[in-house]
C-alpha cells in the first residue's frame, strides 16, 4: 500500500515471516517526522530508502494520529470529533 501525505511518501509492505509485522518504506526526514530516528534503518543508499519495522497495531494508531492531522478548515460540511477516531483501534 502507498501513502502520500503532507508528512511524506510512504510504502507499506507486510513481511512474509510474521503476518502481523509491516515494513515501513520512506526517505529519513519522513519516517522520523511520524517515528523517530532509533528505530529507522537504512535500505538502499543510492535512492536514499529507509525503512521501519512496526507491527500491524502500531501502524493502524499512526495512521489515525496521520488522519487528526488534516486541515479540514474548507470542509465546512464536516465536523470532526474525538469520538470518531478511538486511540485504540485493533488491526
Given at each position: 500500500?502507498?501513502?502520500?501525505?503532507?508528512?511524506?511518501?510512504?510504502?507499506?509492505?507486510?513481511?512474509?515471516?510474521?503476518?502481523?509485522?509491516?515494513?515501513?518504506l520512506?526517505?529519513?526526514?519522513?519516517?522520523?517526522?511520524?517515528?523517530?530516528?532509533?528505530?529507522?534503518?537504512?535500505?538502499?543508499k543510492?535512492?536514499?530508502?529507509?525503512?521501519?519495522?512496526?507491527?500491524?497495531?502500531?501502524?493502524?494508531?499512526?495512521?489515525?494520529?496521520?488522519?487528526?492531522?488534516?486541515?479540514?478548515?474548507?470542509?465546512?460540511?464536516?465536523?470532526?470529533?474525538?469520538?470518531?477516531?478511538?486511540?485504540?483501534?485493533?488491526?
Amino acid at each position: 500500500m502507498e501513502i502520500k501525505c503532507s508528512f511524506g511518501s510512504f510504502k507499506i509492505v507486510q513481511t512474509m515471516k510474521n503476518k502481523d509485522e509491516l515494513l515501513i518504506l520512506s526517505n529519513w526526514k519522513s519516517l522520523c517526522s511520524i517515528f523517530g530516528s532509533n528505530r529507522i534503518f537504512l535500505i538502499n543508499k543510492n535512492e536514499e530508502v529507509f525503512g521501519i519495522y512496526i507491527c500491524k497495531q502500531e501502524c493502524a494508531e499512526k495512521l489515525i494520529n496521520l488522519i487528526k492531522t488534516i486541515e479540514y478548515s474548507d470542509w465546512d460540511q464536516i465536523k470532526i470529533t474525538n469520538e470518531m477516531y478511538p486511540t485504540r483501534v485493533l488491526a
